[in-house]
């Protein structure tokens, strides 16, 4: 069963531009149709980017500590 939207001519327009097909219907379907997908993704990169923070944060702490290890070494 169908349910009949209005559906604004700019959102079509830029479906259009991301879907294979130049269809309306079409198209609106596709990235009606791939949207989770595209969250799924947009979820793993932030949190793959916070693990990367971590890891930034761990490290610029390390590179300080050897930093202060080596002026100590340059001391003696």
């Known amino acids: 069963m169908r349910t009949p939207l209005e559906i604004p001519a700019y959102l079509i327009k830029q479906a259009q531009l991301y879907a294979p097909s130049r269809d309306a219907l ?9 949207y989770p ?4 993704d947009v979820r793993q990169m932030r949190s793959r980017l916070a693990q990367l ?3 930034s944060s761990s490290l610029d702490a390390l590179v300080s500590d050897l930093q202060v290890l080596a002026r100590k070494i340059l001391d003696l």
């Open 53 to 55: 923070d971590a890891e």
């Open 26 to 34: 079409d198209a609106v379907c596709h990235v009606l149709t791939d």
């Open 37 to 40: 997908r595209l969250v799924a």
